[in-house]
């Protein structure tokens, strides 16, 4: 049984922690075309972190601040960049997600980083959805 005291603290902990770790998420993300990490070790970390906040503060706390038409728009968003990067160079003669063609100083390096950006939001949204339907048949 968790005291009110006890409580205060998780919740304080939480509030200092969950920045940090959504900032590291994005850092995972952004880095992922030139380092180890990317697009889904960093969307897991952000929803470990919209997680831990409906751990600390109630499920209905995250769900207002994260509501379901969101998960589902980012979902949608996510997929749809990675699926456009890879039309746009289909457009411009080449494979499906070959960054080569796309325009820019370092067409490769933009490329994977849209792509990570697209994978990062839809893993994000769709674990923090696969949470709440999991939390919801208690």
Excluded: K, W
């Amino acid at each position: 049984m968790i005291t009110e005291q006890q409580s205060v603290l998780i919740r304080t902990l939480c509030r200092l922690l969950i920045p940090f770790i959504q900032l590291f998420g994005l850092y995972v993300i952004v880095h992922g075309h030139s380092s180890p990490g990317g697009g889904f070790q960093g969307g897991v970390i952000l929803a470990a972190s919209f997680i831990l906040m409906s751990i600390a503060y109630g499920v209905d706390a995250m769900r207002q601040r994260f509501p379901l038409t969101a998960m589902l728009v980012l979902i949608s968003v996510g997929v749809l960049i990675y699926g456009g990067i890879g039309l746009v160079s289909m457009l411009l003669g080449a494979n499906f997600l070959d960054y080569g063609v796309l325009p820019g100083a370092d067409p490769r390096s933009l490329g994977m980083l849209i792509v990570e950006i697209g994978v990062g939001v839809t893993v994000m949204a769709a674990m923090v959805s696969i949470f709440n339907e999991l939390i919801s048949f208690e």
